[in-house]
């Protein structure tokens, strides 16, 4: 377990490291002022074609708004399952070691988002009510691909039924391919946006569950 841990650790790393490269190069490579009101964009000629390629879909885009609320949601509800769990054993030390790892993930998660929000690396291809919006990394994307995850972990930890377990993983999958799908196809996102929130949001999941495995491993020795 120890090992595994230590692995995931390192490919945690690895990827966020590789998500500060690919952030770099979306501002460095082929940047030319083709986004709205004539915004650079990076990868000027691969963001072009794969927006041709889609179009906009404005439908997608308000569909998968809407769903990014299931995510949410689940924090809520590991939120409370946490929350609870400090009612009733009086100390943030008794709550469950992953519960607790959980909370901060979810924090950085969040932090990331506004980082993001604050300092934009890239610009829709569409104006969204008329104005401007950053859309790198893309947020939703990044929100469902860090969330889902968490759900399938926790529940092969809490549940005991295999058929509930799988149904569960098997929806969220969906899910997730569904949402990032749509993303990719409804034409409010650069290619490159969705790249960079899949390979941030991995390095963030596999750094969480590493946390897990290594700390529980050391408190149980």
Same mark, same amino acid.
């Given at each position: 377990m120890k090992k595994r841990g230590q692995? @995931? @650790? +390192?490919?945690?790393t690895i990827l966020t490291g590789a998500f500060v490269i690919w952030t770099a190069l979306v501002q460095w490579i082929d940047v030319q002022p083709v986004g709205p009101n004539g915004t650079n964009i990076g990868f000027a000629s691969l963001?072009?074609?794969?927006?041709?390629?889609t179009g906009v879909h404005m439908t997608v885009y308000t569909v998968t708004d809407w769903l990014s @609320? +299931?995510?949410?949601?689940i924090c809520v509800v590991f939120g409370w399952i946490g929350l609870v769990q400090l009612i009733q054993r009086r100390s943030l030390f008794q709550v469950d070691l992953d519960l607790t790892i959980l909370g901060i993930y979810y924090v950085l998660v969040m932090f990331a988002y506004f980082i993001f929000e604050m300092i934009p690396v890239n610009y829709r291809p569409v104006l969204i009510d008329g104005r401007i919006e950053a859309s790198y990394p893309s947020s939703t994307t990044l929100l469902v691909l860090c969330v889902m995850p968490t759900l399938n972990f926790q529940v092969k930890r809490?549940?005991?039924?295999?058929?509930?377990?799988? +149904?569960?993983?098997?929806?969220?999958? @969906?899910?997730?391919g569904f949402m990032v799908t749509g993303r990719m196809i409804s034409g409010v996102h650069w290619l490159t946006d969705i790249i960079g929130a899949g390979i941030l949001s991995a390095g963030l999941y596999l750094i969480y569950k590493s946390s897990v495995l290594l700390l529980e491993k050391n408190i149980n020795a």
């Open positions: 692995k @995931l @650790l +390192v490919t945690g963001n072009c074609w794969f927006h041709q390629l @609320l +299931v995510p949410l949601l809490r549940m005991k039924s295999r058929r509930m377990i799988h +149904v569960i993983n098997t929806l969220s999958i @969906l899910f997730a």
